[in-house]
């Protein structure tokens, strides 16, 4: 069945002006990018998305990367697109992501990874609802 992920290119990645190639391959993976959009988080809006991991060591470090620049948000609409996504992306962990996922690729370490995708049909309709609501992708 189609359905939708959200996927964001992360501060590091737009820093190494590697969004042409990440994008490149989100065509080639047969995703369709139904809404895309150039952001800059501030702290709140970047622990606000992440509120989930409020309670992990990462989280102040990671909030504080998330709004350290501009961000690439995409809808991304394809068959068993959550899964298939995370499958490109790769691991968490550059490091321990597989040759060939966007993340051993361009990843620099486990918090700069280079992108992000939902994990669950129901973490995917939040996250989307999270850009579309508060963040003005439409
Ligand atoms: N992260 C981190 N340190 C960790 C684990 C995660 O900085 O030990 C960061 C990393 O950027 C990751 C994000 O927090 O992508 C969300 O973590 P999660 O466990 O949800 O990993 P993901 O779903 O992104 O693979
Ligand atoms: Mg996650």
Redesign the pocket.
Known sequence: MREKTLAIIKPDAVKKRVIGKIIQRIEDEGFEIIKMKLLHLTKEEAKAFYVV?KDKH?YD??TEFMSSGEIVVMILERENAIAHWREVMGA?DPALAKPGTIRREFGFS??R?AV?GS?SRATADWEIGFFTEKMGLD
């Open positions: 991991h990462f470090s990671l968490t486990v918090e990874n992000h994990d």
